[in-house]
C-alpha cells in the first residue's frame, strides 16, 4: 500500500543540506532519541522501515499482460476456429505452442520478485537505537524517522539519515555510489546536490569500515534511496526488443489477415456463393495465415542459444534478452567492477621529482605495518606488495590514530639508535606540516617553487585517475618513546604513493570487439570526471566530452535526450540518473544494454532490455540481471552478440518463410476457391500440408548464419518483412496459378487430381525453398545448412510423396498421376526455385557490407563455432 503522508515533515529531496538542529525540528526529534511510545505511534502511520513491493500482480493480471500480444491473440482466435471446425489437431498444437510460451513468460518475471527479496535481505537485521534514554537493539523494520542509531565498525547503514556524531567514521559506500574509496563523515551540513559528495550523509545499505558515530534517522522503508531503487525494480518491466519485435510483427499478420479475410469474402459473395460459408472459408484460410510455431521456434532457438552461452559460463535467466544481446546497438556499462577490478592497488610510490622511490614504499608501508587501529583499503594496499628490504631492521613505538581534522596517521618507529616519525595521510595534510622537501636523499627548504612543482605533479595523477597519499618524516630525540599532535609539524615531504583501481585485463580488447561488431559503449559512473575519463582511456573509449550528474539534474528528458547522441562518459551520476540514460537512449530508438554489479546498478539494469551482471556483484544487481558472467573474462560479451545475431537470425528465417509460404498458399487457395467447381484442397490434405511443412522447420534453430549477419546490430524491420512476404508470396502464388493451368487445360485433371498435384507442387516448392531464402548468398556461396535441418526438409519432403502417392494415398484423399504429370510438377518446383532466387534479391533489405570482425566471428565460423557450440 502507499506510504502514508507524515506529519514530521515532507520527504527533504537532499536533506544532508539542511543544518542538524533544523532537521531535529522538523522531525520533532530530540538527540537523546524517541520516547517508545511515540516511536510506536510512528511506526503505525508512517509503516515499517521495509523496501517491500506495495503490490504484485495476480496471476490473472499476468495473463491478461500477455493475452493482449497482438500475435498471441490471433493465436487463439486461430485455435477457437480451428476448434469449433473439427481441425483438433491444429486447435491441439496452437493451444499447446501458447501454453508454454506463457507459462515461460510468467515463470521469468518472478526474478524482479525475487530482487526485492534480495535488496530486504541485504540491510542489517537488527541496529542499537536509542529509546527512552537508553540503547536497545531493535530489528531495523521498527526504525522511525527521529530515531538515533549508534554506528559501529562493521555495521550496516539501516536508513537515509545524517551525523550527529562521527569519531573517524568512514564508509564503504561503493554499491551505492561507484566510489571504491572510502567515504569520510562529518557532521556539518553539506551544500552539494549529488548524494555521493554528502560528506555528513548516511544511507540505508551502505557499511561503517572505519570509526563509530551517531545517525539521525531522516528516511525510512520505501523513501530511502535504497527504497527508491527497490520500486524501481518492481517497476512493470519495460519491453524487450524481442517482444516489442514480435508486438509489430503480430500487427502486420493482423492486417494481412484482415485484408485476406475480407478479399475472400467480397469474392465469394460476388461469385454468389453462400454467405455463411463463404465467411468460414475466408476465416480458415485467415487461420492458416498464422505462424503458429512462430512462438515454439522462437523459445527452442532462445533456449539453444542459452544452452550454448552456459559453456561460456554465462547464465541467461531471461530468454528474450539472447535476443536483446543480438539487437544490441548500445552498451553502458558501470566503471567500478566492471571495466575495473573494484579492488585498490598501489600503482606508483614516488619522490617530490615524479621518479619511482623504494624509500617512500618502506616509509608507506611501515606506517601501515605499524599503526593498530582498522586499517583502510588503501593500507591493505601497501600491504600487499613484497616487504622492501631493510624493513625488518624497524621496531614500533608510538601511535597518533588517524582522525579527520589532521587527516593523517603517524608512528614513531625506531631503527638502531634513531627514532623517527612516519607520517601517511591526505597530501595536503602533510604538505601543510611539512617544511622541507627531501631531494636526492637531501632535505630542502620547502620554498614555493617546490610547493608548485608538487601540486603540478597531484593535479597530473588525479587527471591519471589516482588517489595520493603524501608520506613525510621527522627525526626525533634518540629518547623519545612517545608522540602528540604537536610532534606533527616540521615534516620533510618524502613523496606520494599512488594508488589506483585498475582496468580489468580484458576489458580493453573486450571494448575493442564489442565497437568492431557495431556497439557503442557509454560509462556511467558515480565516480568523478577524471577518473572516469582516465578509465576509459586506458580501455580504448573516447573521452572528448564528459557529462556530470550535476549537469544532467539541470536537464529535462528531452534536453538529455537530445545530448545522449554526442556523450559516452557520464561522471558523478546517481541510480535514478543512469536510468533516465537509459530511457533517453531507448527513446532515441537504440537497443540497449547496461552492465554493472552494485545496487547503484540495479535500477539501470531493470530498465535496459538487457541487464548484465558479472562475477562478484552484489545480490541485487546479480538478481536484477538478465544475464550474469559467472567467469570475469569480459570478452564473452563479444561472442554472447554474435549469438544474439545468430538466434535472431534463424528467428528471422522461420518468419520469412513461414509469413511468405502461408501468404502464398492461402493467396492461392483464396483465388482457386473462386474459379474450381471444387475444393483446392481438402481440410485434412491442408492440415497434413501445414503439419509436414511445420516439421521440416524444426532444424531452423540449429542452423548456421552468414557472416554479415553477425557483423552489425540486428533488429526488427517489419516494412522488410512484409516486403518480403509480399514479394515472395506473390512469387509462389505465380507459380501455384500455372500448376492449375497445367493440371486444368493440359492434364484435364480432375478434384482428386488436381488435390493431389496441387499438394505436392505446394510442399515441395516451400520446403526447397527454405535452402535458397535461408542466405542472402547464392546457395553455393553461403554456409553449409545444418544436418539437423537438411534431415529434417529432405525427410518432410519424402514423407509428402510418400503419402500422396504410396499405398495410403486414398486416406488422405490423393490419387495416382501419370508419370508426364509428375515430371511437370517438378519442372514447375525448378522453375519457382530459379524465381525465388532471383526474388528474394528484391525481397531481402540490403546488407551494408563492411569488413568482418574476424577475431570475434572466428569463434563462430567455422572452426572457432566449438567455444559457442560445444
Known amino acids: 500500500m502507499p506510504l502514508k503522508p507524515s506529519t514530521y515533515g515532507p520527504a527533504v529531496e537532499a536533506f544532508w543540506r539542511e543544518p542538524t538542529s533544523s532537521l531535529l525540528r522538523t522531525l520533532d526529534a530530540p538527540r537523546r532519541g524517541l520516547r517508545q511510545q511515540e516511536a510506536e505511534r510512528r511506526l503505525a502511520q508512517i509503516g515499517p522501515n521495509l523496501a517491500e513491493p506495495s503490490q504484485t500482480r495476480s496471476m490473472l493480471q499476468k495473463v491478461v499482460h500477455r493475452l493482449i500480444n497482438p500475435l498471441i491473440a490471433i493465436l487463439i482466435v486461430a485455435a477457437a476456429v480451428s476448434g469449433f471446425s473439427g481441425d483438433l489437431g491444429s486447435f491441439a498444437i496452437i493451444v499447446l505452442v501458447v501454453g508454454l510460451s506463457l507459462t515461460l513468460d510468467i515463470v521469468q518475471e518472478h526474478r524482479a520478485e525475487v530482487a526485492v527479496d534480495a535488496l530486504r535481505r541485504s540491510v542489517a537485521i537488527q541496529a542499537d537505537v536509542i529509546r527512552d534514554g537508553a540503547i536497545v537493539a531493535l530489528r531495523v523494520s521498527e526504525l522511525v524517522p527521529g530515531d538515533v542509531v549508534q554506528l559501529r565498525t562493521g555495521d550496516l547503514v539501516p536508513a537515509d539519515g545524517v551525523a550527529l556524531e562521527a569519531r573517524d567514521l568512514r564508509l564503504n559506500e561503493a554499491l551505492m555510489t561507484g566510489e571504491p574509496f572510502p567515504a569520510a563523515k562529518t557532521t556539518e551540513p553539506c551544500i552539494t546536490s549529488l548524494p555521493a559528495e554528502a560528506s555528513n550523509a548516511l544511507f540505508a545499505g551502505t557499511s561503517v569500515v572505519g570509526g563509530s558515530g551517531t545517525m539521525l534517522v531522516v528516511e525510512t522503508g520505501r523513501r530511502t534511496r535504497f527504497g527508491m531503487i527497490s520500486a524501481a525494480l518492481l517497476a512493470n518491466d519495460p519491453p524487450s526488443a524481442l517482444e516489442q519485435g514480435v508486438q509489430k510483427l503480430g500487427m502486420l499478420i493482423l492486417r494481412l489477415t484482415i485484408f485476406l479475410t475480407l478479399f475472400v469474402l467480397l469474392a465469394h459473395l460476388v461469385a454468389h456463393r453462400a454467405a455463411m460459408e463463404s465467411f468460414l472459408f475466408a476465416v480458415a484460410l485467415a487461420v492458416g495465415l498464422t505462424p503458429e510455431l512462430l512462438p515454439m521456434v522462437m523459445t527452442v532457438t532462445l533456449a539453444r542459444g542459452a544452452q550454448r552461452m552456459a559453456k561460456r559460463q554465462v547464465i541467461v535467466k531471461r530468454l528474450s534478452a539472447i535476443h536483446d544481446l543480438g539487437a544490441m546497438d548500445t552498451l553502458c556499462v558501470d566503471k567500478t567492477g566492471t571495466l575495473t577490478e573494484a579492488k585498490i592497488t598501489l600503482a606508483a610510490h614516488i619522490d617530490p621529482a615524479g621518479r619511482c622511490s623504494e624509500r617512500v614504499l618502506q616509509l608507506a608501508r611501515l606506517n601501515s605495518a605499524f599503526q593498530t587501529g582498522i586499517r583502510s583499503p588503501l593500507d591493505e594496499a601497501l600491504l600487499a606488495v613484497d616487504i622492501p628490504s631493510g624493513s625488518s631492521a624497524w621496531t614500533r613505538l608510538a601511535e597518533i590514530p588517524f582522525d579527520f581534522e589532521r587527516r593523517c596517521l603517524s608512528v614513531l618507529a625506531a631503527r638502531g639508535n634513531g627514532r623517527f616519525l612516519i607520517v601517511k595521510g591526505a597530501p595536503e595534510a602533510v604538505m601543510a606540516r611539512a617544511v622541507a622537501v627531501e631531494v636526492d636523499g637531501l632535505a630542502r627548504p620547502l620554498d614555493d617553487s617546490h610547493r608548485a612543482e608538487l601540486v603540478r605533479l597531484q593535479d597530473d595523477h588525479a587527471r591519471q585517475g589516482f588517489r595520493l597519499l603524501g608520506v613525510g618524516i621527522r627525526t626525533m630525540a634518540p629518547n623519545q618513546a612517545d608522540v602528540t599532535t604537536e610532534d606533527e609539524g616540521v615534516l620533510t615531504l618524502v613523496g606520494f604513493c599512488a594508488f589506483a583501481d585498475p582496468p580489468k585485463r580484458d576489458a580493453a580488447e573486450a571494448v575493442r570487439e564489442l565497437m568492431a561488431l557495431g556497439v557503442r559503449i557509454k560509462v556511467l559512473s558515480g565516480d568523478h570526471a577524471a577518473v572516469v575519463a582516465h578509465v576509459a582511456d586506458a580501455v580504448g573509449l573516447p573521452s572528448r566530452r564528459i557529462l556530470t550528474g550535476n549537469e544532467i539534474a539541470d536537464l529535462s528528458d528531452r534536453a538529455l535526450a537530445a545530448q545522449i547522441e554526442d556523450v559516452d562518459l557520464f561522471a558523478r551520476v546517481d541510480p535514478e540518473q543512469k536510468r533516465r540514460i537509459i530511457r533517453a537512449l531507448r527513446q532515441r530508438g537504440h537497443v540497449v544494454g547496461f552492465m554493472g554489479d552494485g545496487i547503484n546498478d540495479a535500477p539501470a539494469i531493470h530498465t535496459a532490455h538487457v541487464g548484465i551482471s558479472v562475477a562478484g556483484a552484489t545480490e541485487v544487481a546479480r538478481a536484477a540481471a538478465d544475464m550474469i558472467l559467472l567467469a570475469p573474462d569480459l570478452s564473452v560479451l563479444g561472442a554472447g552478440v554474435i549469438e544474439g545475431r545468430r538466434t535472431f537470425a534463424n528467428i528471422l528465417k522461420y518468419v520469412r518463410m513461414g509469413t511468405s509460404s502461408n501468404f502464398g498458399n492461402m493467396l492461392s487457395m483464396a483465388l482457386a476457391s473462386i474459379i474450381l467447381p471444387f475444393l483446392p484442397l481438402l481440410p485434412l490434405q491442408i492440415l497434413l500440408n501445414n503439419l509436414l511443412y ?126 508426364v504429370l509428375l515430371g511437370a510438377i517438378i519442372l514447375i518446383t525448378l522453375g519457382y526455385l530459379a524465381a525465388a532466387e532471383a526474388g528474394k534479391h528484391f525481397a531481402l533489405p540490403a546488407v551494408a557490407r563492411r569488413e568482418p570482425n574476424r577475431a570475434a566471428l572466428g569463434r563462430q565460423h567455422p572452426a572457432g563455432d566449438a567455444a559457442l557450440n560445444g
Not at 791 to 819: D, E
Request: charged letters at 15%.
Open 694 to 819: 511445420d516439421l521440416s522447420e524444426i532444424g531452423i534453430p540449429f542452423d548456421e548464419i552468414d557472416e554479415e549477419d553477425a557483423e552489425r546490430p540486428q533488429s526488427w524491420n517489419i516494412a522488410g518483412i512484409l516486403r518480403f512476404t509480399v514479394v515472395m508470396g506473390s512469387i509462389s502464388s505465380l507459380f501455384d496459378a500455372a500448376t492449375f493451368i497445367i493440371l486444368l487445360k493440359v492434364f484435364n485433371a480432375d478434384a482428386a487430381a488436381f488435390q493431389t498435384g496441387w499438394f505436392l507442387e505446394s510442399i515441395a516448392s516451400q520446403i526447397l525453398v527454405i535452402f535458397l531464402i535461408r542466405s542472402r548468398r547464392l546457395p553455393w556461396w553461403s554456409n553449409r545448412p545444418h544436418r539437423v535441418l537438411v534431415l529434417g526438409s529432405l525427410g518432410a519432403l519424402a514423407a509428402a510423396a510418400f503419402l500422396a502417392l504410396g499405398p495410403v494415398r486414398s486416406l488422405f484423399g490423393f490419387a495416382g498421376l501419370p508419370p
